[in-house]
């Protein structure tokens, strides 16, 4: 017995070992060749740098705005995902509560959105920021990134909504609650496991967004992340040193940040999943 | 009550202090009458000739601060700037001033582009720093599209120290030598090429080209201009060869890899050989790169039968709507092909100027590039260039295919044809 659980807990140490691996890996793999020089990276992807300089990491801050950038790519996505989740958990509500005339096409018609292809949107929404003089401004990605979430929210949300009770609006009902209280001080709050997954899916796809982000703007003090971390390779030259310096530049801020706030990251994705 | 009122009031400033600093400014003319133009760039970051456009940029802003300012954007990446060169085209919103870098936008965005022709007649100076093969290449039905001041001029580099332990003594002068060298180099332990399939397969393509032109009706396709049929004889053998090549004489990175693989292979003198353009000199120079003294181990060579990449490249095109802009424009792309400019080019940047420069400070390899592409027997212009973007990025496709043998030389070149029609 006390063998089977001696095997037990190797095996789940080697699992759990595995796993930090899997997760920790290739972020020590990056910060290792931001001090290796171009030659070492080539050379040999996986050996430890022969010294530890930190040129790759003037280089990059000298190649590229990185920390602009970074600040941007932080406003963006925080202000757009706050704006895309705050107006679809009202429209998912409303679709997964109360029935009305063109209800299905209503939902099939935002959900839709996913299947327009990125390169189909880009020259019409151009046009259209042209015209209403939001070109090269961030207010004109935080409408896009918002649209362009709006269908995954939406399912995600309406999904959350369907899987709490009607009876609980019901009962709010009859103690006296209109409907604008039940889903503020009721329905959001038992929903916030939904929430946070729609809201950190949101985030992360306009963190990661490219092609607006380059298309939509042109002054540094609009663009965002995923542009910087291009200025390191171009068809006949490269200097991945300082690609991966900025790369632990871009993650580090994010890392140290989940650190210290994790336990209050974890409650609240946690929080409200055993509701419902 | 009280607290909705304040509530409302508070969301209300919030929103527009976030459109207001989210706003955007109104380009065009300065109060001062200064008139800006735009300049999207992808000469930032690593690109080779980031210096030069800085230098000059600033230098013609300062030269001309009372009348004109360039406002220059950087978009990282070759590719990037051309995507977003067509999202713009697309919108009829087009920059000011376009230069591409080789890639050919002229014959698809010709409509929105300026015709330069008078205004480069009325000033016989600056004509005078153009090449009639550079201005062939910008010219469509007669009219002058883009300013050259790059000349494409490419051979291979080839490692000396590497030759000499494989007992090579002069270069090859035809692929039959070629391929005997190569032989004798993996005689003695070097792979002799360094080969790409991804992007394009810059370095291999140029070899594919060179031997697609070596001969008189190869060296005519290697001048047509978007060619739709490529089931010809020399794209026929030149496949065949290239195949070869991948399965014998490459490292195993080849296919799959892309420039900076090939780069490295030679850079790290695990191969002998890699088919580039001057731009790559000041990298033998560069110890984070290479080992000490590469440098002096490299020299330049012209392709087996004597063939140079040696034409005139895509230059400066003005898509400016307005009169101001135009002249603004046009003082800028003066500026930016003059001879002083296109000099500085070659010095910072080993970039072979349109113009004839004589007095240049350059790295020997460079001089010897250019010295090769003047006395070479055949003249061809590249793929990247010449060939439809479908047929580019077919390539990449293709290349894998042939080098395990998947395809024949004969169904590469169907599959090029297939990309092109």
């Known amino acids: ?35 290796k020089s171009n030659k070492e990276i080539l050379d040999s992807a996986f050996s430890l740098p022969s010294s530890y300089s930190f040129d790759g990491y003037l280089r990059a801050l000298e190649m590229s705005p990185i920390f602009e950038f970074f600040g941007n790519s932080v406003f963006i996505a925080a202000v757009n995902t706050v704006i895309s989740i705050g107006a679809v958990s009202m429209a998912a509500y409303a679709l997964a509560r109360y029935e009305f005339r063109g209800k299905k096409i209503f939902t099939s018609l935002l959900s839709s959105s996913l299947l327009i292809p990125i390169s189909g949107l880009l020259m019409p929404l151009y046009l259209i920021m042209a015209r209403i003089n939001l070109l090269d401004t961030k207010m004109g990605l935080i409408i896009v990134y918002a649209a362009l979430g709006l269908p995954t929210s939406l399912f995600i949300l309406r999904s959350t909504f369907l899987n709490i009770p009607k009876e609980v609006d019901e009962a709010a009902a009859i103690d006296g609650a209109g409907p604008i209280y039940t889903f503020t001080r009721i329905i959001i709050p038992m929903s916030r496991s939904g929430l946070a997954t729609a809201a950190t899916l949101h985030f992360l796809t306009s963190w990661n967004e490219f092609m607006f982000a380059l298309v939509l703007t042109k002054s ?22 300082a690609m991966f310096a900025a790369i632990t530049l871009s993650v580090l801020p994010s890392i140290i940040v989940f650190i210290l706030l994790q336990e209050q990251i974890t409650s609240s994705m946690a929080a409200g999943s055993v509701k419902g | 009550m009280k607290k909705k009122v304040v509530a409302v009031v508070c969301v209300l400033s919030m929103s527009m202090s976030l459109a207001a600093g989210c706003g955007n400014k109104e380009e065009g003319a300065g109060g001062n009458g200064v008139v800006e133009i735009s300049f999207p760039t992808f000469m930032c970051g690593t690109a080779s000739q980031t210096e030069w456009v800085k230098e000059r940029v600033e230098a013609f802003n300062e030269e001309y601060k009372d009348q004109y300012k360039v406002v220059m954007e950087e978009i990282p990446g070759d590719q990037n700037y051309i995507d977003k060169m067509k999202v713009l085209y697309s919108a009829d919103d087009l920059p000011d001033v376009i230069v591409t870098g ?27 720093f153009m090449s009639d093969v550079g201005k062939n290449v910008n010219t469509r039905d007669g009219k002058l599209y883009a300013i050259p001041y790059i000349r494409q001029t490419i051979g291979y580099f080839y490692n000396t120290e590497l030759f000499e332990e494989a007992g090579i003594e002069q270069v090859p002068e035809t692929w039959d030598e070629f391929f005997e060298d190569c032989d004798k180099l993996l005689a003695a332990g070097i792979t002799p ?55 014998k004489y490459t490292t195993a990175d080849a296919v799959g890899g892309a420039y900076a693989e090939a780069a490295n292979n030679f850079f790290n003198e695990k191969t002998a050989i890699i088919a580039n353009g001057p731009w790559m000199v000041s990298k033998f120079y560069d ?15 012209t392709f087996p039968g004597n063939v140079m990449y040696n034409s ?67 003249s ?42």
């Open chain 1, 1 to 35: 017995m006390k063998a089977r659980k001696f095997i037990g807990r190797i095996l789940c140490v080697v699992f759990l070992a595995y796993t930090a691996a899997i997760c920790v890996g290739p972020f020590l793999w990056v910060i290792f060749s931001s001090f």
């Open chain 1, 220 to 241: 540094e003090t609009n663009r965002t992340l995923p542009l910087a971390l291009n200025y390191f390779s171009s068809q006949f030259s490269f200097d991945y040193t």
């Open chain 2, 102 to 128: 080789g890639y050919n936008l002229i014959d698809s965005m010709q409509d929105k582009l300026v015709d330069l022709t008078p205004y480069v007649e009325e000033d016989p100076e600056w004509a005078g």
């Open chain 2, 193 to 247: 090429v360094s080969m790409d399939t991804a992007e394009s397969g810059w370095v291999t393509s140029l070899m594919l080209g060179a031997m697609i032109g070596d001969s008189d009706t190869g060296e005519e396709f290697m001048n047509t201009n978007q060619p739709d049929d490529y089931n010809n004889d020399e794209v026929v053998k030149a496949a065949g060869m290239i195949q070869e090549m991948f399965q």
């Open chain 2, 287 to 301: 110890t984070s790169v290479v080992s000490e003294d590469f440098g002096d181990r490299v020299a330049v060579a």
């Open chain 2, 312 to 378: 005139g490249q895509i230059g400066w095109s003005i898509a400016s709507k307005t009169e101001e802009k135009i002249e603004a424009s046009l003082a800028f792309v003066k500026f930016m092909t003059s001879e002083e400019s296109q000099k500085l080019d070659l010095e910072m940047c080993s970039v072979i100027p349109d113009c004839v420069i004589t007095d240049a400070d350059v790295y020997s390899q460079v001089q010897d590039t250019i010295n090769l592409a003047d006395s070479a027997s055949r």
């Open chain 2, 380 to 421: 061809i212009n590249d793929f990247q260039s010449l060939w439809h973007a479908t047929v580019v990025d077919e390539i990449s496709v293709q290349y894998p295919l042939l080098a395990d043998g998947s395809i024949t030389p004969e169904e590469f070149a169907q599959a090029l044809t297939d990309a092109a029609q």
